[in-house]
């Protein structure tokens, strides 16, 4: 149970600062936009006054960077970014009424992204057939660019790579940023969900590479086991963390 407690709105949606892209649609394109998801952030903190703080304001700012970073240096294996929605206003309904809530100033109120088919999560299950090795081999190389542009991913799991199925073969991309951090800081935030990642101790531990290759390993396994291929055929495919111990 947690207590009720006024919320900022500038405690919850960040500055448009010049620099940001906004979004501005394509012809023919599908998008997902994206709402910072508050509460699980502060069930799993465990304190409600997070609201009275800037966490998910910087939560929200360390994504809309990665997003950046990743704008300008686009990659085939990572998702999309196409910009930023800016509102000086908040509009919605409340129990049957419509509410406004002015902002002090123009502030990031979405992120926009490709919207993909699917995820691999749901790929799997719905027992659709692909080239294992194909979807590795482009998850591997997606890691490669974040550590490349000094970042790691943070959150490697099956419901965070992303299927484009409108081609001839599958295009799986690395998404959702929320969790990316800079190689060598301290973790904190947000990180990775458990059971795929390292456990990490935040505000302690330091971002590593092998965040990535923990959680590529776990669903290499993951592969094998849902869809029956062979360890021997997905040999040879990223890297193995040095603490994996599947």
Known sequence: YFPLCRVNPAKLYPKAMR???????RDGEKY???????????VEEGDMSLFK??????????????????RTNPHTNVAKYRGAVCRTRMEFDYRG????????T?????????????????????REQ?????????????????????????????????VDLSGKRPVFVVGDFDSTQMIGAVYNLKGGA????????????????DDDWYGFQNVKQ???RETGARSRDLDGIGRISRDWVG
């Open 19 to 25: 620099e940001y892209h906004r979004f501005s649609p």
């Open 32 to 42: 997902y936009k994206k709402h910072q998801d508050f509460l699980p952030i502060v």
């Open 53 to 70: 703080e800037d966490l998910i304001t910087r939560l929200t700012v360390r994504e809309i960077n990665v997003c950046e970073l990743m």
């Open 97 to 104: 009424k419509n509410l406004t809530v002015l902002f002090d």
């Open 106 to 126: 123009e502030r990031v109120y979405k992120l926009v992204f490709k919207k993909y088919d699917c995820d691999l999560w749901d790929l799997v299950k719905e």
């Open 130 to 162: 692909f080239d294992a090795r194909h979807c590795l081999e482009s998850l591997a190389a997606g890691i490669k660019h974040f550590h490349a542009l000094g970042v790691v991913h943070c959150d490697i799991k099956p419901d965070n790579i992303f």
């Open 194 to 209: 458990r059971g795929w990642g390292r456990n990490k101790r935040h505000g302690h531990d330091l971002v590593e590479k």
């Open 222 to 224: 993951w592969l094998i």
